[in-house]
T-cell receptor
Framework: DVKVTQSSRYLVKRTGEKVFLECVQDMDHENMFWYRQDPGLGLRLIYFSYDVKMKEKGDIPEGYSVSREKKERFSLILESASTNQTSMYLC???????????FGNGTRLTVT | GQQLNQSPQSMFIQEGEDVSMNCTSSSIFNTWLWYKQEPGEGPVLLIA?????ELTSNGRLTAQFGITRKDSFLNISASIPSDVGIYFCAGHDTGNQFYFGTGTSLTVIP
């Protein structure tokens, strides 16, 4: 079974702080994704990566950056957290094109 | 990105009843996926469909890939209290992009 682990379940940060969300997968998947999930808006893609050191912008990359230094780890960075970044953040992976996404348990981030 | 049309938005049903929900898209997909998400948790894959017309079951769950490749439905038979959660569909195109429905919130009344 695929295991996608997000380092924190709940985070509370202050406006302006730099925030790191970590995601680790144990199945050697090439592709990794970061989504945010908000009521009424569904899942929106922030960034994705198809390989180590590779990253692509999704639909809402503003205010975020990512890092993929190792195949199993994909980090989402909020350079200067703002209240409108309060959300549920979901990491997901898949093995090759056309295989299903497997999600982590999510990180609920609150920015005050 | 495109958001899929999923209906109904919410359902309140008695334990033992059957449930049906569906998703439609303006685009053709190669894969349809159905997920369940419980409060505070990440989505869990229920069923994956890879071919137009395909009908696949997973226990009390049955899903079908529409023949137009633009729709899919999920049925849950004989619902039980632990079926409570949000169910959402996802479509996958040739560019390895995923598109998601807005979810169906299911409440099962014992």
């Amino acid at each position: 079974d695929v295991k996608v682990t997000q380092s924190s379940r709940y985070l509370v940060k202050r406006t302006g702080e730099k925030v790191f969300l970590e995601c680790v997968q144990d199945m050697d998947h090439e592709n990794m994704f970061w989504y945010r999930q908000d009521p009424g808006l569904g899942l929106r893609l922030i960034y994705f990566s198809y390989d180590v050191k590779m990253k692509e912008k999704g639909d809402i990359p503003e205010g975020y950056s990512v890092s993929r230094e190792k195949k199993e780890r994909f980090s989402l960075i909020l350079e200067s957290a703002s209240t409108n970044q309060t959300s549920m953040y979901l990491c997901a992976t898949n093995r090759v094109d056309n295989s299903p996404l497997h999600f982590g348990n999510g990180t609920r981030l609150t920015v005050t | 990105g495109q958001q899929l049309n999923q209906s109904p938005q919410s359902m309140f049903i008695q334990e033992g009843e059957d449930v049906s929900m569906n998703c439609t898209s303006s685009s053709i997909f190669n894969t349809w996926l159905w997920y369940k998400q419980e409060p505070g948790e990440g989505p869990v894959l229920l069923i994956a469909l890879y071919k137009a017309g395909e009908l696949t079951s997973n226990g009390r769950l049955t899903a079908q890939f529409g023949i137009t490749r633009k729709d899919s439905f999920l049925n849950i038979s004989a619902s039980i209290p632990s079926d409570v959660g949000i169910y959402f569909c996802a479509g996958h195109d040739t560019g390895n992009q995923f598109y998601f429905g807005t979810g169906t919130s299911l409440t099962v009344i014992p």
